[in-house]
């Protein structure tokens, strides 16, 4: 914020596209999943540039990444930018979860004296908030049409130029390499409790023996485990978004049990001399299992599915991954016993 703009509705910050040391760590942070779900900004009306009562309204969410993506594609641009409540959470997520919705949006309006601020009666609202809100309620309550703008903050700029319209490019939704690898720093990070308590079962089981329980043998059996770990998460959690648009089936399960499945011939490879054959056997079962559950994860973060087919997808898999993960368990111990 840089200063505070007089309107007739009453002193409205001013914000700048520009983005300073604590916004660039604020969004690594975020990225990684430490601050995912406490980065928000206040709601509220903001004035970007110099705007005037006649300048356009743009309303998004307030959630942070979305906020500072929204102003620094607005460079330059003189406009009203109203943020709704949605708790921290982007406008796709939101507007399926009932937050960016027609209550928030009618309420927000009426919260921030919109109708004072400008003379004009239309909003522009991305297009991928057109789910959470019907825009006849909207205008029957406040008097403000919707416009839908473009899928990505990005051509906002040439959307406005062009009088509010939107070419066939605007109304597409894609998901690129880079908006799919950026997904991937964070959902390893938010990996590691589980995975803490993974090594942890797996440190019991691995040291109950015909001794009842070795320490040595306990840390030794883990070392080969690490590597069926690692490679499972490779398989689920980088190479299915990366490979994404080439692999063959629609499930997200079963694209990363077959990541999985090409991950166990390099796994083996390291993991041989440290395990003995039924060992081996679990780990060979244990790796594209992992990488199938972990890549249902982007199930939902991806114009790939729906709600229904991810319900759809989980209630077939995960009952299969639970067998196979109790499969291993069981041979895992045996394994000690076996030899």
């Known amino acids: 914020m840089t200063h505070f703009v007089d309107t007739p509705a009453g002193d409205v910050p001013s914000i700048t596209h520009a983005w300073g040391l604590q916004d660039w760590l604020g969004t690594a942070f975020a990225r990684l999943g430490v601050t995912r779900n406490n980065y928000a900004v206040s709601p509220g009306l903001y004035a970007m540039g110099n705007p005037d009562a006649n300048s356009p309204v743009i309303v998004t ?195 990363g049990a077959l990541a999985g499945g090409v991950a166990v011939l390099p796994m083996l490879a390291c993991a041989w001399p440290l395990a003995t054959w039924l060992e081996l056997v679990v780990l060979a079962a244990w790796t594209p299992c992992l990488g199938s559950f972990l890549a249902m994860n982007f199930s939902g973060s991806t114009p790939y599915t729906s709600p229904t087919g991810v319900e759809w997808e989980m209630r077939r898999a995960v009952p299969l991954q639970i067998l196979t993960v109790a499969v291993c368990l069981c041979l895992w111990v045996a394994a000690a016993f076996i030899g």
Not at 63 to 69: G, H, I, P, S
Not at 86 to 99: E, H, P, S
Not at 130 to 150: D, H, L, M, Q
Not at 215 to 222: D, E, I, T, W, Y
């Open 61 to 255: 969410a307030n959630y942070k990444l979305t906020f500072d993506a929204v102003r620094s594609d607005l460079a330059g641009q003189n406009l009203w930018m109203v943020v709704l409540d949605t708790r921290g959470i982007n406008v796709w997520c939101a507007a399926g979860k009932n937050l960016f919705s027609t209550a928030e949006v009618i309420k927000r309006l009426q919260r921030v004296r919109l109708d004072r601020v400008v003379k004009h009666r239309r909003i522009i609202l991305p297009q991928l908030g057109a789910p959470g809100v019907s825009a006849k309620e909207v205008r029957r309550a406040t008097g403000f049409s919707v416009v839908y703008g473009p899928v990505l903050s990005a051509d906002l700029p040439a959307f406005l130029e062009s009088g509010m319209q939107a070419t066939t490019e605007m109304r597409t939704v894609r998901f690129p390499l880079k908006e799919r690898a950026v997904l991937i720093p964070v959902e390893i990070m938010l990996l590691w409790k589980t995975l803490l308590l993974a090594f942890a079962v797996m440190f019991v089981l691995s040291g109950i023996g015909p001794d009842i329980f070795s320490f040595s043998a306990a840390v030794g059996r883990l070392a080969p485990f690490a590597w069926a770990t690692l490679f499972g998460v490779l398989a689920g959690q980088v190479a299915v978004p990366v490979l994404l648009p080439v692999l063959p089936f629609r499930a997200f399960a079963a694209n």
